[in-house]
């Protein structure tokens, strides 16, 4: 539904994309995952007709983006991180306003409108105007504004970014529901732990180009397999447990000195969570807490980039 | 595009910015308030000591009052313009299946109801000072027809300079300095008789004193209207030409 191949683009001397490729099929959910300029709103904004890609080929639901943008648009809807909202507006107007944008009639708009409105639960605040409205709020309406005539295609531009976290699981559970009923989804993220949440499929970008691609869980298989990780109750007993559990693993124990949290990789669960209990307790180190531990997203990004993925963007970095 | 689309589109776009007059009634001010302070300037405060030949000052003034409103309100098409592209707004008209152009036509469409609404409020308010036009039914329906033409051509030069230049605050900087002095170096106030002769011929060959004198005449009912070819054709020719400018500029504006 979603193809991206080789797209270019600079803006004056800041090459935002270098060659990105992306595609997504039917009903699943892309997230492009990346840190801040890593170029995924110059892909969106390309994939949504917004922005005109210097090379390379972009296609919606098997239309190309460039020759025919009017087409496009009919299949798309856009969320973005600045929610495109106009202020003066009610809710319920800024709905109807898209929906007759979208050429549904009249009264078509406005029932779709109050639909989503009851849905994505700004029934109360319908009828007051957008700049009265909370950030996640916002978010909502904006949402509803891209699905107003239920288009194939949703781009989400960092749908939570700047959300409270409670505001950030609903977004959630509204996306999920949204791939469930065959929305086809590309978004952007800086947040693993979302990509890891929502998405079918990741596109790791860094500096305009995806660096890898794969499920949460290929990817985690990239940088390693698992740890076990035990975090410590007192801070002089760091260096002993990192000692004990050196001697239980494969290499030498990682220290968290922050956390106070010690791991270490492992091949086989047979009886070591055991045998490290045992151990631990036997040289005097009170362990608040034990067990296995897969890589996060966020190591992912370390060892595939070199830099942690809130990190400033590292000029040295092979282009 | 199909023209039944373009002006449903542009129908929209008339109803949001209707919208935003009734949320901010301050969008107003500029062919309301303000125009009726300048006529109870121009009228009370230096129209006495204005000597007009052939008719009161308030008669002659008034058709200057027309002008000069339509002619500022279009600093409003202009920050309004730039203050929508400043916004996320854009974006989301521009990612819809919409007529792209139907943005800028649903202003300058506004932009002609705001003229009727400055044209009905100065007549009003015309006749409580003085104002008695001797011009028939048909000159008053070719004075207000010049001057939505006039206006109509302008919103579209507001257009060009919202789409040209970066923020609302240089927009209406720059679209105040061109209007003032074309404003009161004309025969909105004063006749250009009484000019310096350098000014004087400035004056009496811009476009605002032809459309003024058109608008005069006819809201008077001089036998002979003075000016009414070069009125008419500095309306269509600004239109001609800042109509397809102001397009694509916008255009350009938004794709980069």
């Given at each position: ?8 683009k600079?803006?004056?001397k ?11 099929s039917?009903g699943m959910?892309l997230a ?9 709103t110059?892909a969106?904004?390309?994939l949504?007709?917004?922005t005109?890609?210097?090379a390379g080929?972009a296609?919606?639901a098997g239309?190309?983006v460039a ?10 809807g856009?969320?973005g991180?600045?929610a495109?909202l ?6 319920r107007?800024?709905l109807?306003?898209?929906g007759?944008?979208y050429?549904l009639?009249?009264?078509d708009?406005s029932?779709r ?10 029934d109360?605040a ?5 700049k ?8 909502r309406l ?18 939570t970014t ?6 950030r699981?609903d977004?959630?559970?509204l996306?999920?529901?949204?791939a469930?009923?065959g929305?086809?989804?590309l ?9 890891d949440q929502?998405?079918?499929?990741i596109?790791v ?10 499920t949460?869980?290929e990817l985690?298989r990239r940088v390693?397999?698992?740890?076990l990780?035990?975090e410590?109750a007192?801070?002089q007993?760091l260096d002993r447990a990192?000692?004990?559990l050196?001697a239980?693993g494969?290499?030498?124990?990682r220290?968290?000195?922050d956390?106070r949290?010690?791991?270490v990789?492992?091949?086989a669960?047979?009886?070591v ?11 005097g180190?009170r ?6 531990r ?12 070199g830099q ?6 590292n000029?040295e970095a092979?282009a | 595009?199909s023209l ?7 129908f ?7 919208l935003?007059?009734?949320r901010?009634?301050e ?6 308030v303000?125009?009726i302070?300048f ?11 204005i ?5 009161s000052?308030?008669?002659?003034l008034?058709a200057?009052i027309f002008v000069q409103?339509?002619?500022?309100a279009?600093i409003?098409t202009?920050v309004?313009?730039?203050n929508?592209l400043?916004?996320?707004m854009i974006d989301?008209?521009r990612?819809?299946?919409m ?9 300058t469409f506004?932009d002609l109801l705001?003229g009727m609404l400055?044209?009905?409020?100065m007549?009003?308010?015309g006749?409580?000072v ?5 011009g028939s039914?048909a000159g008053w329906?070719?004075?207000?027809g ?6 109509f051509a302008?919103s579209?030069?507001?257009?060009a300079a ?7 605050e240089?927009v209406q ?7 003032f002095?074309?404003?009161f ?5 004063v006749?250009?008789?009484?000019m ?15 459309v003024?004198?058109a608008?005069?005449?006819l809201?008077l009912g ?10 008419l ?6 239109l001609?030409i800042?109509?397809p400018l102001g ?6 504006r938004t794709?980069?």
């Amino acid at each position: 539904m979603i193809l991206a191949e080789g797209l270019h683009k600079h803006f004056g001397k800041t090459h935002a994309l270098r060659g990105l490729d992306v595609d997504a099929s039917e009903g699943m959910i892309l997230a492009m995952l990346g840190p801040n300029g890593a170029g995924k709103t110059t892909a969106v904004r390309i994939l949504t007709t917004l922005t005109r890609s210097d090379a390379g080929r972009a296609e919606v639901a098997g239309i190309d983006v460039a020759r025919h943008p009017a087409a496009v648009r009919k299949q798309i809807g856009v969320a973005g991180q600045t929610a495109s909202l106009d202020d003066l507006l009610t809710g319920r107007e800024n709905l109807a306003m898209v929906g007759r944008l979208y050429r549904l009639d009249r009264s078509d708009a406005s029932r779709r409108a109050a639909d989503l409105l009851a849905r994505f639960d700004l029934d109360d605040a319908a009828d007051r105007t957008v700049k009265t409205y909370s950030g996640g709020m916002r978010r909502r309406l904006d949402l509803a504004a891209a699905l107003i005539d239920s288009p194939p295609v949703l781009f989400l531009d960092e749908p939570t970014t700047g959300l409270d976290p409670r505001s950030r699981l609903d977004m959630w559970s509204l996306i999920q529901e949204l791939a469930k009923s065959g929305h086809s989804i590309l978004m952007t993220t800086q947040y693993l732990e979302e990509a890891d949440q929502l998405a079918d499929d990741i596109a790791v970008v860094d500096h305009g180009r995806v660096i890898a691609r794969g499920t949460a869980i290929e990817l985690k298989r990239r940088v390693g397999g698992e740890r076990l990780e035990v975090e410590i109750a007192e801070d002089q007993s760091l260096d002993r447990a990192a000692e004990v559990l050196a001697a239980l693993g494969e290499e030498a124990a990682r220290v968290d000195v922050d956390h106070r949290r010690v791991s270490v990789p492992i091949v086989a669960h047979d009886g070591v969570l055991t045998r490290a209990v045992r151990a631990l307790d036997e040289a005097g180190v009170r362990a608040d807490d034990i067990g296995f531990r897969r890589p996060t997203l966020d190591e992912v990004f370390l060892a595939l980039t070199g830099q942690p993925i809130d990190g400033e963007p590292n000029p040295e970095a092979p282009a | 595009m199909s023209l039944r689309w373009w002006l449903t589109d542009s129908f929209e776009m008339v109803r949001r910015n209707l919208l935003h007059i009734r949320r901010t009634p301050e969008l107003l001010l500029d062919v309301t308030v303000q125009p009726i302070m300048f006529v109870l300037l121009f009228r009370y405060v230096f129209g006495g000591a204005i000597p007009i030949q052939g008719t009161s000052y308030v008669n002659y003034l008034m058709a200057g009052i027309f002008v000069q409103t339509i002619a500022f309100a279009t600093i409003y098409t202009g920050v309004l313009l730039a203050n929508d592209l400043t916004k996320g707004m854009i974006d989301r008209f521009r990612s819809l299946p919409m007529s792209q152009s139907a943005v800028i036509t649903g202003r300058t469409f506004t932009d002609l109801l705001r003229g009727m609404l400055a044209i009905a409020v100065m007549t009003v308010l015309g006749l409580f000072v003085g104002f008695s036009p001797q011009g028939s039914p048909a000159g008053w329906l070719g004075a207000v027809g010049i001057l939505l033409l006039f206006g109509f051509a302008l919103s579209w030069v507001g257009v060009a300079a919202g789409a040209l230049v970066r923020t609302p605050e240089a927009v209406q900087g720059l679209v105040f300095t061109a209007v003032f002095p074309l404003t009161f170096a004309s025969s909105a106030f004063v006749q250009t008789s009484t000019m310096p002769s350098w000014l004087r011929a400035f004056a009496e060959h811009q476009p605002m004193t032809y459309v003024i004198n058109a608008v005069r005449g006819l809201v008077l009912g001089q036998p002979n209207v003075p000016d009414l070819a070069p009125a008419l054709l500095w309306g269509i020719g600004l239109l001609v030409i800042f109509f397809p400018l102001g397009l694509w500029l916008y255009q350009r504006r938004t794709t980069q």
